[in-house]
């Protein structure tokens, strides 16, 4: 696990947030570091999403601090969110199938050489982060319908990386994966982290979460409900607190 800094790159304390009479989020508290993996999990409307959308400018709390680096900020957007190094890649991925790699990283925001597409500027750069995440895609003129489950979420993280952003948050993205794609997709968390990006990952799957989670935050009924660390938290720890059974204090569970 790689070390983080002491200063949080993003912070969330006493996030609120209702629909009507439904309070989706009531005092939530969050934060990550760079270089720093927190998994946030919880069963079906524990909150989990929404915070997401909060995080990504989506949806705006009701109440509640949020810093960035220490700064107070808010994100009524996802240009303010962008503007502030936060990427987020959502379940539905929101590519392309009819164009290649290239093209969906830079979809809206191509390179240009004088009146040309710079062709060779933007080849260059998809298969520099593809590399760096260790992505197994064998071209970046391959169309995104001819990939893999895996490979389409590595196009979807490897275009938030154009951005270079501080912030990652990565909404399930193992769900519906083979177990040889879940395993390439938890190897690009785990080099977003080695590449000091703080990374926010949300997801039901336990054993991916303990796998590459160097913290995991539970949410339950839109509360936190335990803050452990990753490596050391049994299953069972985790499942007793999403699924109510046992209420765990929030406690410390941060990497110095």
């Not at 080695?194 to 303990?210: C, E, F, K, Q, Y």
Request: proline residues 4%; glycine residues 8%.
């Amino acid at each position: 696990m790689s070390s983080t800094s002491a200063l949080p790159a993003l912070s969330l304390h006493g996030i609120d947030k209702s629909f009507g009479a439904v309070r989706a989020l009531e005092g939530i508290d969050l934060e990550v570091r760079r270089g720093e993996v927190v998994a946030l999990v919880g069963d079906n409307a524990a909150g989990k999403s929404t915070l997401a959308k909060v995080i990504a400018g989506v949806l705006t709390p009701d109440a509640g601090i949020i810093e960035s680096d220490g700064v107070p900020v808010t994100i009524p957007s996802p240009a303010a969110a962008h503007a502030l190094g936060i990427a987020t890649v959502f379940q539905d991925l929101a590519l392309c199938d009819n164009l290649d790699v290239v093209s969906n990283l830079y979809l809206g925001r191509e390179l240009h050489k004088g009146p040309r597409l710079d062709e060779a500027a933007m080849e260059e750069n998809a298969r520099r982060i593809l590399r760096d995440l260790t992505s197994r895609i064998p071209s970046v003129r391959t169309l995104v319908s001819d990939l893999s489950g895996g490979q389409r979420q590595s196009v979807a993280i490897a275009r938030t990386l154009l951005g270079d952003p501080r912030i990652v948050v990565l909404d399930e993205p193992t769900a519906s994966l083979s177990v040889s794609q879940t395993a390439e997709v938890l190897t690009h968390i785990e080099r977003l982290r080695d590449l000091g990006h703080a990374v926010i990952l949300i997801s039901h799957n336990m054993t991916d979460v303990r796998a590459v989670a160097d913290r995991i935050e539970v949410l339950r009924h839109g509360r936190n409900n335990g803050s452990f660390s990753g490596p050391g938290t049994s299953y069972e720890e985790i499942i007793a607190a999403i699924t109510g059974a046992m209420t765990t204090p929030r406690r410390s569970a941060r990497l110095a």
